[in-house]
């Protein structure tokens, strides 16, 4: 069984929806419980996913976080994202203690092969794995949240969990209380939270599996220690994440991925795009 984590509210569950799609249709020999963290979803949107994940063979667990847990949570008007993203920081709290391993998967996302090489990857005595980010963040966001540049900094969007260690190390309360003291120094939300509480219980993992918007620029921003890592996983991905503002259900993404995005997500019902961003685009090639 793979333990999958995301998290969402009422304006991510069609997203939701098309990573899970592609997250089935590429493993269709594994078998899956999901755990959904989530806020103000409804009743509605609840039974779909479920009816969905049935389809499929696989669980789906809610996770009910009130807002007003994560309403005075610093956010910005201008950032992509919603408050929903800090509800990630929850999870040892809320899933079972017997389940002491997870993939955290974001919603704006796309699986695009098998994650079971992911998944048996051994985390041993560290408590996450993800994928490094790009310069300027590498040095940038350590800098800021007061920890060695060496470390680096890593994306959240994807992480393998050791929600033992997390348990253990009560990383929930030590989340929120890094929030309160350290409200101004946020810039990049959670992500930021969790790099400045695991800096040093961290491993990095291939590229192939986060391959975020940057990496796929004709001339990427990358440490050249990376170049090998990046040429794999341009040649062969097997998650497609779709970082900042142009998300692929938007007019104005560019992603060369965003066709087969959209064109799954149709194939499946999932409404995640509106017919004034489908005309805008079209206007937008012509």
Not at 40 to 59: D, G, H, M, P
Not at 193 to 212: E, T
Not at 213 to 218: R, S
Request: aromatic share 12%; proline share 5%.
């Amino acid at each position: 069984m793979i333990e999958i984590v995301c998290n969402i509210d009422q304006n991510y569950v069609e997203y939701c929806g098309v990573m899970l799609t592609g997250l089935f249709i590429h493993n269709a020999q594994e078998r899956f419980r999901i755990h959904a963290i989530n806020s103000n979803v409804t009743s509605v949107q609840k039974k779909r996913l479920s009816a969905f994940c049935r389809q499929f063979n696989a669980e789906i667990c809610f996770y009910d976080v009130p807002f007003s847990s994560i309403e005075h949570f610093p956010i910005r008007a201008q950032d992509h994202l919603s408050l929903a993203a800090y509800l990630r920081i929850f999870m040892s709290e809320l899933l079972p203690d017997t389940v002491d391993k997870v993939l955290y998967l974001d919603c704006d996302l796309m699986v695009i092969d098998s994650i079971k090489e992911l998944w048996e990857t051994a985390v041993g005595h560290f408590a996450v794995a993800a994928v490094e980010e790009r310069p300027p963040y590498d040095t940038d966001s350590p800098a800021r949240l007061g920890y060695p540049a060496e470390y680096s900094y890593f994306n959240s969007g994807v992480m393998l969990i050791n929600l033992k260690y997390w348990r253990e190390t009560h990383l929930a309360e030590r989340g929120k209380e890094f929030i309160k003291s350290n409200y101004s120094k946020l810039r990049l939300h959670d992500q930021d939270v969790l790099n400045a509480l695991l800096y040093r219980q961290r491993m990095f993992l291939p590229i192939r599996w986060n391959v975020m918007d940057f990496f796929l620029f004709t001339r990427p921003l990358i440490q050249p220690r990376r170049l090998a890592d990046l040429h794999e996983a341009i040649d062969r991905p097997a998650i497609i994440h779709f970082t900042g503002k142009r998300k692929p259900w938007l007019h104005n993404c560019d992603s060369p991925y965003r066709n087969r995005y959209i064109a799954l997500a149709r194939k499946y019902r999932w409404k995640v795009i509106t017919p004034r961003e489908s005309v805008r685009y079209c206007i937008r090639k012509a």
